[in-house]
């Protein structure tokens, strides 16, 4: 018996946009400024937080020359303007996949990037009308692997989450989405791929998302949603 797809939910870095070196950047040189060190190994533990918590990991990191706040505002306004100053890093199969999908079923952008972010990304990419929703998971209580981001975006939707398809490129995304009652599609990025585990997870892994058409969503609708 088939489960229908109602909606599809995009993350956004990692599958629109590939600016996850931006936000190393960012946060490595507002520690710098600080009199302190942020590095890839740090950046690895706040991969999925919303900006309430990677501020506040930055914070205890840093200790108290800086606040959070301080840090979220600096770090925000430093992503923002390489939006607007530098080349988008476009992930092209992404936008198509938007842009395909846009008259099927309602779409929505479900991310833990600051919504000042969000609306920069969209605004640079052109796909904002595409969208019925978009939300930042500042505006929820957790950031990913919690679900609250994907479970708010369903009932602002107003369609069961088991109706939602997920699309992902890391593992803090796709236990969000299972955790939300989910399907979910894997899309790895070739520069920052996810755990291994990732991929037996979830529910299908495509290496591009112009893989992503009639035939594989009638396949996933056969899937029935976790839980």
């Not at 990191?61 to 706040?69: Q, W």
């Not at 972010?117 to 904002?128: F, N, P, T």
């Not at 505006?139 to 609250?148: L, Q, R, S, W």
């Not at 755990?195 to 009638?218: F, K, M």
Request: glycine residues 8%; negative net charge.
């Amino acid at each position: 018996m088939t489960s229908p797809i109602l909606a599809v939910i995009f993350d956004l870095d990692g599958v629109l946009v590939d600016t996850e070196p931006w936000w190393f950047e960012a946060r490595a040189s507002v520690a710098a400024d600080g009199g302190g060190r942020w590095t890839a190994d740090d950046e690895a533990t706040v991969k999925g937080a919303n900006s309430g918590e990677w501020a506040a990991a930055m914070a205890s990191r840093l200790g108290p020359t800086i606040s959070a706040d301080a840090i979220e505002q600096a770090v925000v306004a430093a992503v923002v303007a390489r939006y607007r100053r530098d080349v988008l890093p476009v992930i092209d199969a992404g936008v198509r996949a938007v842009q395909r999908l846009a008259a099927d079923a309602p779409l929505a952008v479900a991310s833990s990037a600051h919504g000042a972010v969000i609306d920069a990304a969209l605004d640079a990419l052109g796909l904002r009308d595409r969208f019925a929703l978009v939300l930042s998971s500042d505006a929820v209580g957790k950031g990913k692997p919690a679900p609250d981001v994907y479970l708010e975006a369903a009932r602002r939707l107003s369609i069961p989450p088991a109706g939602c398809l997920v699309i992902e490129d890391s593992m803090a995304g796709v236990q969000a989405a299972l955790g939300a009652g989910m399907r979910v599609v894997l899309v790895p990025a070739a520069g920052h791929p996810p755990a291994p585990e990732a991929h037996a997870l979830a529910t299908l892994v495509l290496d591009s998302l112009d893989r992503l058409d009639a035939d594989v969503l009638a396949r996933l609708e056969a899937v029935p949603p976790p839980g």
